[in-house]
């Protein structure tokens, strides 16, 4: 491979303008029709690549792409940041301590979700005909590889669409959550196992017993004691800069490439090591939801569009489509993740009218399938139509996973709950100095209307925030918690005088809070009324003028007027 010239660098900026622009441009046509925007991504790459522009207009194509070693790696390298990063921002978004606090129900789900997707999916792909593999004799790994694809749930993609209808924050959707985190370190523990199996080329006991000792070896030391001088770096880091100086940033992506480093040393993916690297800096306790958003905005403007558009710049999909392939694929990856979810579900009693809710949310395949998909090709475990297939089969199952959460979320509205909401409930201009003053301010306030012992409310609210943060951006958090004893759902307002502190992903103060408690013994209570305060609250024009309101009758008429489109909600 020569030096790269003036030639190779105007052409990889050319390229890097026209995908990353496209992807820009079709991201935002597929975002607007609540669908994600890597679909768009890789569609610009089918558009660019081998399979459209290729065909029509060879010369074209050649000319913007030529089959040049040097050229091409010039873009693959971005490509790759976008994927090591991208596993890096994953686990970035996990705070494993929380959740492990929290485990009861999630561990059962979890258990349910990584094994049934391998018992039932692995005998009809193992069965799949000699022309899908790469090397017949390596067919129980591939099944296995394959079978263990399937019990991957797309964590980004059911946490965008719980967002969306505003279920993340509650305790179904942090179930939810919990679950299919531990799903994802248990699943890159597994899929790193396998492929190191793989690239060693045999079963050899005595390499798959050092492979695996050494990834959970690494796993455990990474979790447990480097979290601590991690995290003991981030708050030193954040007492000499603050928050403005952006030294958090840099050290987040150090770190993912230090750990990255460390794992191709000692024979393990470097994409485990940035997944593991994002999740003990998602522990750190000055990792707030800003840096958060900073570093998915940082790696999802840029480098990941690259990297989902440079798989379709490189494969040719039209030519290695196989509808039989993808929709064995498709029904195979759905129906096992779905039941597994339901079982799990009932496992650890569940209300049933979140199942489905439940289910539905680990259906989703998305960009992890993807991603390790390409992990596989780039390794030869698998050909060029079981990568189109995966790849085919993970789109598909994002594409209908909204609208099919949304049914089942509009579903559950059978009951009417009665909700206790007045105009005395707003409190305008609360003194309290922070977080925690304003959550014993509001306690004492809801033990006041609800007859019920304060330090239960506050203990309630408390676990909740340590769960998750309620803020939701623009100065605006909704705290809730279900609360044993209570007979109603209750609603009330405080408005803080000078701002607070919230942990907002936005970074902003929040000003405005709205407390929602509910019955413990009415789960779908909850989601119902932040459903139904969402619509309000995610308009940034209204939410505005609530924020800088000082009328409570006007406060409390806009937040009523929402509840009462509820038609499960009867306003008293």
């Keep these: 491979m020569g030096p790269i010239t003036e030639h190779h660098l105007m052409l990889f900026l050319v390229q890097f303008a026209l995908v990353l622009g496209l ?7 597929f975002m607007k029709m609540r669908q994600s925007s890597i679909t768009g991504d890789i569609l610009v790459g089918i558009i660019l690549g081998p399979a459209i522009l290729g065909k029509l207009f060879p010369a074209l194509h050649l000319s913007i792409f030529p089959d040049d070693t ?4 010039m873009l693959e390298t971005i490509a790759w940041f ?9 686990g970035l978004e996990i705070n494993f301590s929380r959740i492990w606090q929290q485990r009861g129900d999630a561990v059962k789900l979890s258990i349910s979700d990584l094994t049934l997707p391998i018992i039932i999916s692995f005998l ?33 993609v059911a946490i965008r669409g719980m967002r969306d209808l505003n279920i993340l924050k509650t305790d179904v959707g942090f179930l939810i959550l919990s679950a ?80 990255g480093a460390i794992t191709l040393k000692i024979g393990i993916h470097s994409l485990f090591g940035f997944f593991i690297a994002g999740t ?33 710049l490189h494969l040719d999909f039209i030519a290695n489509f196989d509808l039989p392939l993808v929709l064995i694929m498709l029904s195979v990856g759905i129906s096992s993740r779905y039941m597994a979810a339901y079982l799990g579900a009932r496992w650890s009693k569940q209300h049933k009218s979140n199942l489905s809710v439940i289910s539905i949310a680990h259906t989703p395949g998305g ?31 994002t594409i209908i996973f909204g609208p099919w959460l949304s049914l089942a979320v509009r579903k559950l509205r059978k009951n009417i709950h009665e909700v206790v ?120 024009q209204k939410a505005q003028s609530l924020v800088n309101s000082r009328d409570s009758r006007y406060i409390w008429a806009a937040l009523k007027h929402e509840i009462d489109q509820c038609s499960e909600c009867d306003v008293r």
């Design 82 to 90: 976008g994927n090591l990063f991208l596993l890096m921002e994953a």
């Design 421 to 540: 909401f007045r105009e005395e409930d707003v409190s305008i201009d609360v003194e309290a100095g922070s977080q925690e003053q304003m959550l014993v301010v509001m306690s004492r306030t809801v033990a006041r209307r609800s007859k019920l012992h304060q330090a239960q409310i506050l203990q309630e609210i408390k676990l909740r925030e340590e769960q998750m943060s309620t803020a939701m951006g623009s100065s605006i958090a909704i705290p809730h918690a279900r609360v044993e004893g209570l007979k109603h759902s209750h609603i009330f307002v405080f408005l803080s005088r000078q701002g607070l502190e919230w942990d907002s992903p936005d970074g902003s103060l929040v000003r405005l809070i709205v407390l929602v408690i509910t019955p413990k013994e009415s789960p779908n209570a909850q989601l119902q009324i932040l459903q139904s305060l969402a619509h309000t609250l995610r308009d940034r």
């Design 70 to 73: 040097v050229q091409r790696t």
């Design 23 to 29: 992807c820009k441009l079709f991201g935002y046509f």
């Design 367 to 397: 960009e992890m399938h993807i991603v390790v998909g390409m992990l596989a090709y780039s390794g030869g475990l698998i050909s060029d139509k079981i990568l189109v297939s995966i790849i085919s089969s993970s789109l598909i199952s």
């Design 124 to 156: 009809p792909i193992y069965l799949l005909p000699a022309h899908y593999l790469v090397d017949p004799s390596h067919r129980l790994l591939f099944a296995l590889f394959l079978s263990a694809v399937m019990t991957i749930s797309a964590l980004p």
């Design 280 to 312: 003990i800096l998602g522990e750190a306790k000055h990792i707030s939801e800003r840096d958060r958003f900073v570093v998915n905005r940082l790696v999802y403007s840029a480098f990941v569009p690259i990297f989902f558009a440079n798989i379709g």
């Design 180 to 259: 299919l985190t531990m799903n994802d370190i248990a699943g890159w523990v597994l899929f790193t196992i396998i492929l190191g199996v793989f690239a060693h080329g045999s079963l050899e006991l005595s390499f798959i017993v050092r492979l695996v000792l050494l990834t959970l070896g690494f796993t455990f030391i990474s979790l447990v004691l480097l979290r601590r001088v991690v995290d003991k770096v981030v708050t030193f880091i954040h007492n000499i800069s603050g928050e403005a100086s952006g030294l958090k940033i840099t050290f987040i992506m150090l770190v993912g490439a230090l750990f």
